[in-house]
């Protein structure tokens, strides 16, 4: 099992940039692949970036270029840069990890607003 918690969202403005960080309980170099979501209001949950423990990274086609995932598996965390930040990318923000099941944590309100 693990836990994961996120922190760093907040109100910018467009074009800004935030730094999102997970933190989770137990040592996360044996799992494989950790990723972000993000949920916006009325809408579905989606995917938004991966990194494996081998540090290759994926990324969705709406944020390539302007996030960076990456994770430290010395201090136990994951990391998404925003930069560029638009309107559309308002949302609530979920660090995730799968270990013989889905760890969610319980997300981080980003909002990109003049």
């Known amino acids: 099992q693990v836990q994961l918690v996120e922190a760093g969202g907040g109100l910018v403005q467009p074009g800004g940039s935030l730094r999102l960080s997970c933190a989770a309980s137990?040592?996360?170099?044996?799992?494989?692949?950790m990723d972000w979501y993000r949920q916006a209001p009325g809408k579905q949950r989606e995917w938004v970036a991966s990194?494996?423990?081998?540090?290759?990274?994926n990324y969705a086609a709406s944020v390539k270029g302007r996030f960076t995932i990456s994770r430290d598996n010395a201090k136990n965390a994951v990391y998404l840069q925003l930069n560029m930040l638009k309107p559309e990318d308002t949302a609530v923000y979920y660090c995730h990890a799968y270990l013989s099941g889905d760890y969610w944590g319980r997300g981080t309100q980003v909002t990109v607003s003049s």
């Open positions: 990194i494996t423990n081998g540090y290759s990274t």
């Open positions: 137990r040592n996360i170099v044996h799992i494989y692949e």
